[in-house]
Nanobody, 126 residues
Framework: QVQLVESGGGVVQAGGSLRLSCAAS????????LAWFRQAPGKEREFVAL????????YYADSVKGRFTISRDNAKNSAYLQMNSLKPEDTAVYYC???????????????????WGQGTQVTVSS
């Protein structure tokens, strides 16, 4: 059974930092992209960042580029999201996701991800 468990969310003031962690278990292979998505109240789930299998390539939404950094440790089956210079508009539930398969082009659509964590709340106060 595949499980993704996020941790590290919380309440932080604008300009502050948080580091999210995602621990994966049950995946038969680490050869797939890992990603972070987020969903604010009343909004659709949106792509935040992804990292390819080897960790050599990363992709970010324009809204977080330069402030967030995604990383992974395949030996620990884990992914991380370092979030700096947080803004109130970053407030959302953040989800870790693992791609269904290893895609030739790293996907940013939610439909490409078959495994999801339960989410962790990030609240940024102004």
């Amino acid at each position: 059974q595949v499980q993704l468990v996020e941790s590290g969310g919380g309440v932080v003031q604008a300009g502050g930092s948080l580091r999210l962690s995602c621990a994966a278990s049950g995946l038969t292979s680490s050869s797939r992209a890992l990603a972070w998505f987020r969903q604010a109240p009343g909004k659709e789930r949106e792509f935040v960042a992804l990292i390819t299998t080897s960790g050599a390539n990363t992709y970010y939404a324009d809204s977080v580029k330069g402030r967030f950094t995604i990383s992974r440790d395949n030996a620990k089956n884990s992914a991380y999201l370092q979030m700096n210079s947080l803004k109130p508009e970053d407030t959302a539930v953040y989800y870790c996701a693992a791609a269904r398969v290893e895609y030739a082009i790293p996907p940013t659509l939610t439909s490409a991800y078959g495994y999801w964590g339960q989410g962790t709340q990030v609240t940024v106060s102004s």
